[in-house]
C-alpha cells in the first residue's frame, strides 16, 4: 500500500465509504494477496485469524454435511468481508469460506481488525449494515432453495455473482453452479443449455458470460429481487450514512 496522506482507492465498497481517520487506521496493516481458485479461507469451526476485503473474485459462504455434501449460503465480492463472526464475538463459524470465483483482497490480522473496529464507530456501522445484508441474502437462500425451481434458483444465483463481481464473465463448472444451488450436475447442464439456446449465457469449458442480463433478471425467481433491493440499500444509502 502507499502513502496513507493521499488517500487511494481500495476497490472495496466497505472500506472506501470509511473516513479518512479509518482510513489512516486500516492503511498501514492491510496486506494484498491473491485468492486462487479453491482456497479455503476459513474453515468449518476453526479460529478466524484473518479477516479479507475481497477486490476482485468472489468468496462463497458454504455449509458441508458430514458425508461431504455441499450447499452455498450466500456470497461476498467487493461489497463486503469475510470474517463476521469476529464482529459478532465469535472465533468461528460451522460454515466455511472459500474462493468460488479467482481475485484479490485485503488481509488484515482478525487481532487488529478487532482492535481498529473498538476504534472507529463508523466501521462498526459500516459492519454491522453488511451483516445484516448477509442475513438477508441468507433468509431468501433457504426459502429459495426450498421452494423455486432449478432454473430460476440458478437465474438468481449467477445474478447474484454478477453482482459482487462486477463482470459478466464468470469462471465457473456445471459442478460449481450444482453445488451451490444444491442440484444435481445432469439438471444445472440441462438448464445451462436452455439458458443458453434462449441468448441469455454462453457457456464454455469453466466459463460462462451473461449476455442478455434483463433476460435474467425476468427468468430468476422473486429472491433475487428482494436480495438486490437490499443490497442496492446498502451500497447507496447504509454505506453513506
Same mark, same amino acid.
Given at each position: 500500500?502507499?502513502n496513507p496522506e493521499k488517500r487511494?482507492?481500495?476497490?472495496?465498497?466497505?472500506?472506501?465509504?470509511?473516513?479518512?481517520?479509518?482510513?489512516?487506521?486500516?492503511?498501514?496493516? /492491510?496486506?494484498?494477496?491473491? =485468492?486462487?481458485?479453491? +482456497?479455503?479461507?476459513?474453515?468449518?469451526?476453526?479460529?478466524?485469524?484473518?479477516?479479507?476485503?475481497?477486490?476482485?473474485?468472489?468468496?462463497?459462504?458454504?455449509?458441508?454435511?458430514?458425508?461431504?455434501?455441499?450447499?452455498?449460503?450466500?456470497?461476498?465480492?467487493?461489497?463486503?468481508?469475510?470474517?463476521?463472526?469476529?464482529?459478532?464475538?465469535?472465533?468461528?463459524?460451522?460454515?466455511?469460506?472459500?474462493?468460488?470465483?479467482?481475485?484479490?483482497?485485503?488481509?488484515?490480522?482478525?487481532?487488529?481488525?478487532?482492535?481498529?473496529?473498538?476504534?472507529?464507530?463508523?466501521?462498526?456501522?459500516?459492519?454491522? +449494515?453488511?451483516?445484516?445484508?448477509?442475513?438477508?441474502?441468507?433468509?431468501?437462500?433457504? /426459502?429459495?432453495?426450498?421452494?423455486?425451481?432449478?432454473?430460476?434458483? =440458478?437465474?438468481?444465483? /449467477?445474478? +447474484? +455473482?454478477?453482482?459482487?463481481?462486477?463482470?459478466?464473465?464468470?469462471? /465457473?463448472?456445471?459442478?460449481?453452479?450444482?453445488?451451490?444451488?444444491?442440484?444435481?450436475?445432469?439438471?444445472?447442464?440441462?438448464?445451462?443449455?436452455?439458458?443458453?439456446?434462449?441468448?441469455?449465457?454462453?457457456?464454455?469449458?469453466?466459463?460462462?458470460?451473461?449476455?442478455?442480463?434483463?433476460?435474467?433478471?425476468?427468468?430468476?425467481?422473486?429472491?433475487?429481487?428482494?436480495?438486490?433491493?437490499?443490497?442496492?440499500?446498502?451500497?447507496?444509502?447504509?454505506?453513506?450514512?
Amino acid at each position: 500500500m502507499s502513502n496513507p496522506e493521499k488517500r487511494e482507492i481500495f476497490h472495496n465498497y466497505l472500506l472506501d465509504s470509511l473516513p479518512l481517520r479509518d482510513y489512516k487506521l486500516l492503511w498501514p496493516k /492491510l496486506e494484498e494477496v491473491e =485468492l486462487p481458485h479453491a +482456497a479455503i479461507l476459513h474453515g468449518i469451526r476453526e479460529p478466524i485469524t484473518e479477516v479479507y476485503f475481497p477486490t476482485a473474485g468472489l468468496l462463497s459462504w458454504v455449509n458441508v454435511t458430514p458425508l461431504g455434501e455441499e450447499i452455498e449460503m450466500g456470497v461476498t465480492g467487493n461489497e463486503g468481508m469475510a470474517g463476521i463472526p469476529l464482529f459478532l464475538n465469535e472465533g468461528g463459524a460451522p460454515w466455511q469460506v472459500q474462493v468460488q470465483i479467482k481475485g484479490q483482497a485485503l488481509r488484515l490480522e482478525a487481532d487488529t481488525f478487532l482492535e481498529i473496529l473498538n476504534q472507529s464507530a463508523t466501521l462498526q456501522k459500516r459492519v454491522a +449494515a453488511f451483516t445484516y445484508l448477509k442475513i438477508v441474502q441468507l433468509s431468501q437462500s433457504v /426459502l429459495c432453495n426450498r421452494f423455486h425451481r432449478v432454473e430460476e434458483r =440458478l437465474c438468481r444465483w /449467477l445474478l +447474484a +455473482a454478477q453482482d459482487c463481481t462486477e463482470t459478466s464473465e464468470l469462471l /465457473l463448472t456445471r459442478d460449481v453452479l450444482a453445488q451451490m444451488i444444491g442440484s444435481g450436475r445432469p439438471t444445472v447442464s440441462l438448464v445451462t443449455g436452455e439458458l443458453q439456446s434462449a441468448g441469455l449465457i454462453s457457456a464454455t469449458r469453466g466459463k460462462i458470460t451473461i449476455l442478455d442480463r434483463k433476460g435474467l433478471e425476468a427468468t430468476a425467481c422473486d429472491c433475487y429481487r428482494l436480495v438486490k433491493q437490499e443490497f442496492n440499500h446498502y451500497i447507496n444509502e447504509r454505506l453513506r450514512s
